[in-house]
Nanobody
């Protein structure tokens, strides 16, 4: 079993920054992709950013140049640096990790962390 613990969410004014963190722990043979999704009220969950085990990244078009995903493989941790935040970035942000155990790949989700951008 794999547990994901997210942190770093909160209330920030427009134009501000936040850094989200997600630590994976438990029975892990190998972590593959790590990423962040978000779900705003009344909307479906959507991809924000993903980062592969070798550091390649993929971003939603709306956050390119504004958000940066990174990871520390030694700490089983993925980060999301969010700059120049806008009210439309308000959502619950979820960490997602794809990990291999017993030769099978599983997808794990964090509990979510609220990000609110408001003056």
């Amino acid at each position: 079993q794999v547990q994901l613990v997210e942190s770093g969410g909160g209330l920030v004014q427009p134009g501000g920054s936040l850094r989200l963190s997600c630590v994976a722990s438990g029975s892990i043979f190998r972590i593959n992709d790590m990423g962040w999704y978000r779900q705003a009220p009344g909307k479906q969950r959507e991809l924000v950013a993903r980062i592969t085990s070798d550091g390649s990244t993929n971003y939603a078009g709306s956050v390119k140049g504004r958000f940066t995903a990174s990871r520390d493989n030694a700490k089983n941790t993925v980060y999301l640096q969010m700059n120049s935040l806008k009210p439309e970035h308000t959502a619950v942000y979820y960490c997602n990790v794809r990990a291999t155990n017993d030769f099978l790949e599983y997808s794990y989700w964090g509990q979510g962390t609220q990000v609110t951008v408001s003056s």
